[in-house]
Structures are given as C-alpha cells and as structure tokens.
C-alpha cells in the first residue's frame, strides 16, 4: 500500500516537472536559432561586402596605380616610353639584333613581336606568334615562354615553354607573316630554364637553368654535350659574337669560356672544351658580356666590382686572359646584376638595383645615371637590353607587366651623372 502511495506522489511532481524542461528547452532553442540565425545573416552581409571591396579593389586599384606608374616613369630624364605590351608579368624580352624590333614574352601566355616600340600605335603594329593553350600539352595548368632569343639575321626567334619546357622556333619574314619552325623538342634539364642562347652562325644554341649544368643543341634538337660547369648556380650564360666561345658565370668568382669547335667542311660538332679562367672576383659573378669585337668580356660580381678583361689571347700556348681595368660603382651599397656593352661597344651600361649606369670605355669615366627604371621602390631590374640600333635601351622590373624604353646617352649631350 505504501508503494502505490510513494509511486503516485513522484508521478505528481516529475511529469510537471519534466514537461517545464521541456518548455524551457524548447524556448532557449528557439533564441539560440533566432541569434545563430542573425550571426550567419551578418557574417554573410559581412563576407558580401568584403568580397565586393576585393572585387572593386582588384578591378580599380590595380589600373589606377599602373596609370599612376607609368605617368612616374614617363616623367623621369631620358625616358623614350612605356610599353603596355602584356596583361600579366613579362617574363623575357629581346630585342632584333640589328633594328628597334622588339620579341616580348608574358605569363599571359603570349609572345609577341613589336616592330617598332616607339610607335604610338606600337600595340596595333604588333602581332602575336603564339598563344599557348593549356589544352595543346593536356596539362591542367597554361604554359607560358619564360626565355627567348633572336638569330643574328633576325630572321629565327627561339623561346622555351615554362611548364612543359618545349623549346619552339620561328621565322619571321619581312612580309611580317610567320612560319612554324621546325624544332620542337623538350629541353632536358632539370629544373625550368633560366634562359636560352643562339650561336650566330645557327650551327647550335644554349639552355641553362639555376643549377651549374647547360646544354648545347644542334640546330635540329639534338643534344651536343651536356657540361657541368661546377659553378655550383649558373647566373649568367652568354655566347661570343663569332660563335666561338660560350661564357659561364655563377655562384663562385670565376668566370669560365668554354671553346666549341666543328668541322670546317661539314659543320659536324667535334667537342667544347674549357680554355680560359678569369680570376680575381672575391665573390659569385652576376652578369658577363662579351663585346661586339669579340675581344673583351665584362664583368659584375657581388662585391660590387666591374672589370674589363682582355680575352684576345693565344690561349692554345696557355697565355691567361689580361684584366684590362676595374670601374669604380656609383653607389658602394648597390648590388650590381647585370652588363652589357652598346652595339659600337663606346658605353658599357651596368645594373645596380632599380638603376643603369652608362661608363664611356674611352675615358672610363662614368657619365649618366638611370635611376628608378622600374618605377617602384625595392623592385630591381630583373633583365634590360640595348636595342639593336643602338639608340634605345628596356628594362623591366621583377614582376611588371610593361617594358620601360629608355634613349641612349649620347656623348657630348649627355654628360650629367
């Protein structure tokens, strides 16, 4: 009798209180939805306008800032003009061995040829000779030309594939039409390929990337010889105006030239071989170039140092190579890259950072200074040209989409550093 009593009292006062739970529950999750509800709604509208603001900044800023760049440049001494030649990063350029003609390639996925950069209808006067679709190699990525190179005559232009490093060429006729070219191969190195390099005779040309190896092709694509040059990182690669020798420089002071020889009747490859050492530099070598004459070979290394080197030498009786003179930098803190002598080899031009200081080499007295050639603080050049006619010389900076054109000083008017 007692238990149906006990068991009836917490029947009485449970189910009550159970059902109030329950009630309560009910309504705490109805406010916690109604919040959580309001919380999404607000981080959505959130996530909607910052997507809008990214969305204006990236349609709006970007041009302003290009416009408001290339006005910068435009204002600065002896700037010739800005060339809009591509919708995202150039990534190599090269200019027509004998005329203003210029070869420009993007990772927009074009290569172009601009016949003459100064024309004000330079964009309409310029044609497209290849566009690479991701399509064509069945890889999910696009390709792009990341290095490229005129023959002599002007009349071939090589460039390498970035992704698929296929190695392409092209003749360019003086009707401006185009005719595939028949090389067509893979290069194989192993890493993407820093740059590429034609004999001017068309018997072989040269690929090299970041590692201390290059590669020499015949003209049909058939690899020559593979060198391992010990440089530990190739920085710069450069072949001499006759043919003759190949030029490396890289991570260690030394420069090496390599000779390649063929069979006078039949041009068959016969071997390359190293025949002269340039010492002296305490540090990695960044950029070389030999001269017009094919009897000089300058140097920038990273300790700030340009020298001048005599290479005509009767190397085969083992005589060294003659260090001709040193040039004083401009700036003591400037990272020297890049040298380049001009098509009459009267100036040497040499980047340092941003700038490109011109040396007359008949009195070695430094005359002008190009500052500012990218337009943007701590951007550097990162490759520059002289024209094939000798009065223009283009930069671009790491990065930019656009070639800086810049007018050659021209001795006594230029004068001022």
Not at 85 to 90: D, G, I, K
Not at 242 to 259: K, Q
Request: glycine content about 6%.
């Amino acid at each position: 009798m007692h238990l149906f009593w006990l068991l009836l009292f917490l029947a009485l006062v449970l189910v009550p209180g159970i059902a109030v739970l329950k009630l309560q529950n009910a309504q705490n999750t109805q406010v916690d939805g109604s919040a959580q509800g309001r919380s999404q709604r607000s981080e959505s509208k959130r996530i909607q306008k910052l997507k809008q603001h990214r969305k204006t900044f990236k349609e709006s800023t970007p041009k302003t800032r290009v416009g408001s760049l290339f006005g910068q440049l435009q204002e600065k001494p002896h700037c010739a003009g800005v060339l809009q030649c591509h919708t995202e990063e150039v990534t190599c350029f090269a200019f027509h061995p004998k005329k203003r003609c210029l070869l420009s390639c993007s990772s927009d996925r074009s290569v172009r040829v601009w016949w003459d950069p100064m024309d004000k209808q330079a964009r309409f006067s310029s044609v497209t000779l290849f566009t690479c679709a991701a399509s064509e190699y069945k890889v999910k990525f696009p390709d792009s030309a990341e290095a490229c190179c005129w023959s002599k005559d002007g009349q071939l232009i090589l460039f390498v594939l970035s992704h698929t490093r296929a190695i392409r060429s092209y003749d360019v006729l003086k009707n401006k039409k185009l005719l595939s070219g028949s090389l067509d191969v893979v290069s194989t190195q192993k890493s993407s390929v820093k740059d590429i390099e034609l004999d001017p005779l068309r018997r072989y040309f040269v690929t090299y990337d970041d590692n201390s190896s290059f590669v020499v092709w015949n003209m049909r694509g058939s690899v020559l010889t593979r060198v391992d040059t010990h440089q530990v990182r190739n920085n710069q690669m450069a072949i001499s105006p006759d043919g003759r020798f190949i030029a490396s420089a890289g991570f260690i002071g030394d420069v090496y030239l390599w000779e390649i020889l063929f069979q006078k009747d039949s041009n068959e490859f016969i071997e390359l071989r190293k025949v002269i050492d340039l010492k002296g530099h305490r540090a990695g070598v960044k950029g070389l170039a030999f001269s017009h004459d094919r009897k000089k070979v300058a140097t920038v290394c990273k300790d700030r140092t340009i020298r001048i080197w005599n290479i005509d030498v009767k190397y085969k009786l083992e005589e060294d190579a003659k260090l001709l003179f040193s040039l004083e930098p401009w700036d003591t803190q400037v990272d020297l890259l890049q040298v380049a002598f001009s098509p009459d080899d009267n100036l040497l031009a040499v980047v340092g950072n941003d700038s490109v200081a011109f040396y007359l080499l008949e009195t070695r007295k430094l005359i002008t200074i190009l500052r500012g050639c990218t337009g943007q603080v701590g951007i550097d050049i990162k490759k520059f040209s002289f024209s094939g006619d000798g009065t223009l010389l283009a930069t671009i900076g790491q990065g930019q989409s656009f070639i800086s054109l810049w007018n050659v000083p021209v001795m006594p008017s230029f004068s001022n550093v």
